[in-house]
């Protein structure tokens, strides 16, 4: 009897390793270890004084961490023609090698880097980022595809709250040490992918009637998570935490992480019941010979469909059927979606980037200033959870677009950037919960919107082909607009001082005035990408009024 409960036991064990729900909460572990790039705030200042370099210098380097964070291009078109475990795979090496390197560079093991090295480190550290979104995120959209808006709302949102998380883990393992935190983003993404590269994979559509309760009971867990990052925020700030008591911090932290998975396992536990009862009476399985005119007529369809890459390049299809990537790319949807997203996503991480500088321009103490990184990561979480949930409750209840939501989060971010331009008492406070927030629900907009109306068949490099105007806006405004401006008012102090550049080994501006033209500049161009985004809110108007998941219920009940 006990051999036989074992064995039931080991087969349920299976069973769940393998079904739809655990593959969600493996995606929840791997996505929340992905969002290492949101930490470059925290480190940077590291790289400034170990490798000597300036503003400018630094503002680069954050240019190519955000290339390769947002061109997923290269992921995307392997993730079309390799298994998924094959890209996280790819994206855990890349992951480990260009951070092991930076870790290697500012701690002085080997010798120092040129500045284009340093680059490619960060860019192949970054990119990898990309690997586990193809690997985890597109593959569970294509999983849940009517609950799409919440599915990317509660990945990313992880995304948001890693930031916070690796701050708490990197305190508890190595203390506070800076060096150190590169160490972990190194090693810890890489191994969460590894463990659980099999584990990710498409599955069978099928729609339970409970599904969107699941995704609520995930949502209260991970709010639970934010709150409590919040609240060890908060209480650091005030008193000085030991080593133990960052430990204490950390076991709560994977406590809520791993709740998911007793969610995981009841969910599984209903299905595997189901399955175990008979079927009465009996149904047999018939297979029809196709007639010879319908094998025919699928023939000339795949023809069709293999031509159709450069010959219907401007002949699309409706807008929620599978566009080819071509049609996408060179759609006007695609067009203005690049130019909202330069705008939004390049100012926010610019903003992003610069908040550790942005602190101590503003005479803030170190310990703030990391207080500053974590708010913007969890609120980025908010930001996610809110527009991928909101914007899909909004969608079915009421037909509202989701690219007036895009608008309506440009507009917030704007005032975001307003606060840092004309700062006033803690108002730095405020602009790390404003742009976190209007940073992070930008994301799950973007590709949830192309994901409905350009088709899911391509999404894998759609999905990253959506993100490229980011690096772009990022170049031209962290590095072309902000870093200059920023050295420009360095260079004016020392010149006031009566030193010149070479006497000193990093350029710094305290003041008010080192941001002011440059965030100003920043909100006047989001003000332009959320005037962009309104254009297309009246051009899919008309669509999204109509029920554009009901093929995918349609699917799910056939299967």
Request: with cysteine.
């Amino acid at each position: 009897m006990s051999t036989k409960r074992g064995n039931e036991a080991f087969r349920f064990a299976i069973h769940v390793l393998q079904g739809r729900w655990f593959s969600v909460f493996a995606s929840f572990l791997i996505m929340a270890g992905a969002g290492a790039t949101y930490l470059f705030g925290v480190y940077s200042k590291q790289i400034k004084s170990s490798l000597g370099y300036d503003q400018t210098t630094l503002n680069l380097l954050g240019s190519f961490k955000d290339l390769g964070a947002n061109v997923g291009v290269l992921s995307g078109l392997i993730g079309e023609v390799t298994p998924t475990w094959f890209v996280l795979l790819i994206g855990s090496a890349m992951n480990f090698t260009g951070y092991f390197m930076i870790w290697l560079a500012i701690t002085a093991k080997i010798p120092k880097p040129k500045v284009w090295h340093m680059c490619l480190y960060i860019c192949i550290g970054a990119n990898s980022q990309n690997f586990a979104n193809t690997g985890a995120l597109v593959t569970c959209v294509k999983n849940f595809p009517a609950s799409r808006g919440v599915m990317l709302g509660l990945l990313k949102g992880f995304t948001g709250l890693s930031g916070a998380m690796f701050t708490q883990i990197y305190l508890a393992i190595y203390g506070n040490n800076s060096k150190s935190m590169i160490l972990l983003i190194a090693w810890l993404p890489a191994a969460l992918s590894v463990v659980f590269v099999y584990t990710i994979r498409p599955m069978k559509l099928v729609r339970q009637p409970n599904e969107l309760r699941v995704f609520y009971h995930f949502l209260y867990v991970s709010i639970g998570l934010a709150v409590f990052l919040m609240a060890m925020i908060i209480l650091q700030k005030q008193i000085n935490f030991s080593q133990a008591a960052y430990a204490g911090s950390v076991s709560v932290v994977c406590f809520f992480l791993f709740v998911p998975l007793g969610i995981v396992i009841r969910e599984e536990l209903i299905l595997w019941n189901l399955m175990k009862q008979p079927v009465d009476p009996p149904t047999e399985l018939t297979v029809e010979k196709l007639p010879a005119q319908a094998i025919e007529a699928k023939e000339e369809e795949e023809k069709k469909i293999k031509i159709s890459c450069f010959a219907d390049v401007f002949n699309k299809p409706k807008r929620g059927e599978d566009y080819t990537i071509l049609q996408a790319l060179l759609s006007v949807d695609m067009l203005i979606l690049f130019i909202a997203t330069l705008c939004g996503l390049g100012s926010s991480l610019t903003a992003v980037d610069n908040l550790g500088q942005i602190g101590e321009s503003l005479g803030y103490p170190t310990k703030t200033i990391s207080s500053f990184v974590s708010l913007v990561s969890i609120w980025n979480y908010f930001g996610r959870v809110f527009s991928g949930f909101v914007s899909e409750s909004l969608l079915v209840k009421w037909k509202i677009p989701r690219p007036l939501m895009m608008t309506v989060v440009l507009l917030l971010s704007c005032v975001g950037h307003l606060l840092i331009a004309f700062p006033a008492p803690g108002s730095v406070y405020v602009a790390s919960v404003i742009i976190g927030f209007s940073f992070g629900a930008q994301l799950p907009l973007l590709f949830a919107i192309i994901s409905e109306l350009f088709g899911l068949k391509y999404y894998s490099t759609l999905f990253n082909c959506g993100q490229l105007a980011s690096p772009l806006g990022s170049y031209i405004l962290n590095v072309k607009v902000t870093g200059m401006l920023y050295d420009r008012e360095a260079l004016k102090e020392l010149a006031k001082s009566g030193r010149d550049r070479s006497s000193v080994k990093e350029l710094i501006c305290l003041g008010s005035q080192c941001y002011r033209l440059a965030f100003s500049i920043l909100a006047a161009v989001t003000f332009f990408g959320a005037v962009v985004s309104l254009i297309l809110v009246v051009r899919t108007r008309e669509f999204y009024k109509s029920d554009i998941y009901k093929k995918f219920r349609d699917e799910a009940e056939d299967s």
